[in-house]
C-alpha cells in the first residue's frame, strides 16, 4: 500500500498528499502522508486538509437526521421552508419552477439548477472557480451566494427531469438546516456530527475550530502552481464543501453513516436511491457510488460508496473488502488521479486476500 501511495505521490504537482485505509475484515489500519509546507514543516496524519465536495455527505446526513427526527421530508417542498428567499431562482424562458423544487432533488442533484461553482454564468462574469483568484480576500454569505445565481444563471431543466452536478443546491440545503434548528450550520454540524462521532480534528473551512487543536490549521492546496489555502474566497464553498479533516476522522464519520450509527436504516435506504451520473458512476442522497468493472472490464467487480471533491480529496467505503479508504492529494488538476490510485489498490488487495 505504501509503495502505492507514493507512486502517485511523485505525481507533477502533488506538494502534500494523505491517505487511511481501514478493515476490520483484512486487518488493516494504517496511514500515510507525503510532503511539506512552503516553510518547510513536514505535514502529519494530524494535519487537517480541505475535503471540498465530501462536505455534501456531512450536509446530506444532517438532513436525513432531521428527517429522522420528523423535522422535514425528503420530498417537501423548499419554498416551504426558505420562502422569498429563492423566489425567482429556478427560471426557464421565462416559466417559474422555483415552487416544484423539492428536497430530494437538491441532495442527488435533479433539480435543474445551475453551479454557480463551475458552470458558466451569463456575459463575461467569472465563474466562482475563477472569481477565487478575481477577488481572493472576500468572505461570501450563502445569501451572497444565491444572488450570484439569481443574477448569472438560468435554470437547465425541470426539476427532477435530468441531472446536472450542482453546488447551489447544497448551499439551500444548508440554509435548511439553518432555518429548522435555529443555529448556524457549523454549529449544527459540530452538535450533532464532529462531537458525538469525536471527529476531534474536523471543523468548517474559515467558520469553527477543531475540537482538539491541531499541529497545523490546514495543508496547503494547489491550484496548479498556485497555493489557495489563505484564500478567504474559498467561502464560496459552504454546505458544498467546507469541511476541514483528516483520514481517520473522515473513515470515522462514513463508517457511523453506513453502519447506522448516525441515521436510521430506511433513511440510509433512501439516500442510496442511485441514478446514473456518468460511465460507472451514479449518484444517491450526498453519496456516489462507483462500480470499478464497469469503468473498465479490465477491473475487479467492486464497489466503492461515499465522496470526492475537485482538491483530488477522497472519502469511499469497499463493501466487498469491507475497507474504508480516506484522503487527498490536494491538486485540483489531478482531480481524476484519486480514483485511479484506489482501483489499483483495491484490486491488489483482492488479490492478495
Same mark, same amino acid.
Given at each position: 500500500?505504501?509503495?502505492?501511495?507514493?507512486?502517485?505521490?511523485?505525481?507533477?504537482?502533488?506538494?502534500?498528499?494523505?491517505?487511511?485505509?481501514?478493515?476490520?475484515?483484512?486487518?488493516?489500519?494504517? !496511514?500515510?502522508?507525503?510532503?511539506?509546507?512552503?516553510?518547510?514543516?513536514?505535514?502529519?496524519?494530524?494535519?487537517?486538509?480541505?475535503?471540498?465536495?465530501?462536505?455534501?455527505?456531512?450536509?446530506?446526513? /444532517?438532513?436525513?437526521?432531521?428527517?429522522?427526527?420528523?423535522?422535514?421530508?425528503?420530498? +417537501?417542498?423548499? $419554498?416551504?421552508?426558505?420562502? +422569498?428567499?429563492?423566489? *425567482?431562482?429556478? $427560471?426557464?424562458?421565462?416559466?417559474?419552477?422555483?415552487?416544484?423544487?423539492?428536497?430530494?432533488?437538491?441532495?442527488?442533484?435533479?433539480?435543474?439548477?445551475?453551479?454557480?461553482?463551475?458552470?458558466?454564468?451569463?456575459?463575461?462574469?467569472?465563474?466562482?472557480?475563477?472569481?477565487?483568484?478575481?477577488?481572493?480576500?472576500?468572505?461570501?454569505?450563502?445569501?451572497?451566494?444565491?444572488?450570484?445565481?439569481?443574477?448569472?444563471?438560468?435554470?437547465?431543466?425541470?426539476?427532477?427531469?435530468?441531472?446536472?452536478?450542482? +453546488?447551489?443546491?447544497? $448551499?439551500?440545503?444548508?440554509?435548511?438546516?439553518?432555518?429548522?434548528?435555529?443555529?448556524?450550520?457549523?454549529?449544527?454540524?459540530?452538535?450533532?456530527?464532529?462531537?458525538?462521532?469525536?471527529?476531534?480534528?474536523?471543523?468548517?473551512?474559515?467558520?469553527?475550530?477543531?475540537?482538539?487543536?491541531?499541529?497545523?490549521?490546514?495543508?496547503?492546496?494547489?491550484?496548479?502552481?498556485?497555493?489557495?489555502?489563505?484564500?478567504?474566497? @474559498?467561502?464560496? +464553498?459552504?454546505?458544498?464543501?467546507?469541511?476541514?479533516?483528516?483520514?481517520?476522522?473522515?473513515? /470515522?464519520?462514513?463508517? /457511523?453513516?453506513?453502519? *447506522?450509527?448516525?441515521?436510521?436504516?430506511?433513511?440510509?435506504?433512501?439516500?442510496?436511491?442511485?441514478?446514473?451520473?456518468?460511465?460507472?458512476?451514479?449518484?444517491?442522497?450526498?453519496?456516489?457510488?462507483? $462500480?470499478?468493472?464497469?469503468?473498465?472490464?479490465?477491473?475487479?467487480?467492486?464497489?466503492?460508496? !461515499?465522496?470526492? *471533491?475537485?482538491?483530488?480529496?477522497?472519502?469511499?467505503?469497499?463493501?466487498?473488502?469491507?475497507?474504508?479508504?480516506? !484522503?487527498?492529494?490536494?491538486?485540483?488538476?489531478? @482531480?481524476?488521479?484519486?480514483?485511479?490510485?484506489?482501483?489499483?489498490?483495491?484490486?491488489?488487495?483482492? /488479490?492478495?486476500?
Amino acid at each position: 500500500m505504501k509503495e502505492v501511495f507514493h507512486t502517485y505521490t511523485q505525481e507533477e504537482g502533488v506538494h502534500n498528499a494523505f491517505f487511511q485505509i481501514e478493515s476490520a475484515e483484512l486487518e488493516i489500519n494504517e !496511514g500515510f502522508v507525503f510532503g511539506a509546507f512552503k516553510n518547510g514543516n513536514k505535514v502529519t496524519s494530524n494535519t487537517p486538509f480541505y475535503t471540498a465536495s465530501i462536505g455534501k455527505t456531512f450536509t446530506a446526513a /444532517a438532513i436525513a437526521q432531521l428527517v429522522d427526527a420528523g423535522k422535514l421530508g425528503f420530498n +417537501d417542498r423548499v $419554498v416551504d421552508y426558505l420562502g +422569498d428567499l429563492i423566489s *425567482g431562482l429556478h $427560471v426557464i424562458n421565462e416559466q417559474d419552477y422555483t415552487n416544484e423544487l423539492k428536497i430530494h432533488h437538491l441532495l442527488n442533484h435533479t433539480s435543474g439548477l445551475a453551479d454557480y461553482f463551475e458552470d458558466r454564468p451569463k456575459g463575461d462574469q467569472p465563474n466562482m472557480i475563477q472569481g477565487l483568484f478575481v477577488e481572493p480576500n472576500r468572505f461570501w454569505t450563502p445569501q451572497e451566494l444565491l444572488t450570484f445565481s439569481k443574477e448569472n444563471f438560468s435554470a437547465l431543466f425541470k426539476p427532477g427531469s435530468g441531472y446536472h452536478y450542482t +453546488d447551489t443546491g447544497y $448551499v439551500l440545503l444548508g440554509l435548511i438546516i439553518e432555518k429548522i434548528t435555529g443555529k448556524k450550520l457549523h454549529e449544527y454540524f459540530e452538535e450533532s456530527l464532529f462531537k458525538p462521532l469525536s471527529l476531534e480534528l474536523t471543523s468548517m473551512n474559515l467558520r469553527s475550530e477543531p475540537i482538539q487543536q491541531p499541529d497545523f490549521p490546514l495543508a496547503e492546496i494547489y491550484v496548479g502552481p498556485t497555493e489557495i489555502s489563505h484564500f478567504k474566497s @474559498l467561502s464560496t +464553498d459552504w454546505a458544498g464543501g467546507a469541511i476541514r479533516s483528516t483520514g481517520k476522522d473522515l473513515n /470515522a464519520f462514513l463508517k /457511523a453513516l453506513l453502519n *447506522g450509527d448516525l441515521i436510521k436504516g430506511i433513511t440510509l435506504s433512501q439516500m442510496q436511491k442511485w441514478i446514473p451520473e456518468s460511465k460507472g458512476t451514479y449518484y444517491g442522497y450526498g453519496l456516489r457510488k462507483w $462500480v470499478l468493472n464497469e469503468l473498465s472490464s479490465e477491473l475487479p467487480k467492486l464497489t466503492i460508496i !461515499g465522496h470526492s *471533491g475537485l482538491t483530488g480529496s477522497f472519502m469511499y467505503y469497499c463493501p466487498e473488502l469491507d475497507t474504508y479508504l480516506s !484522503g487527498t492529494f490536494n491538486q485540483t488538476e489531478l @482531480l481524476q488521479n484519486h480514483i485511479v490510485f484506489i482501483a489499483e489498490l483495491l484490486t491488489k488487495l483482492k /488479490a492478495n486476500n
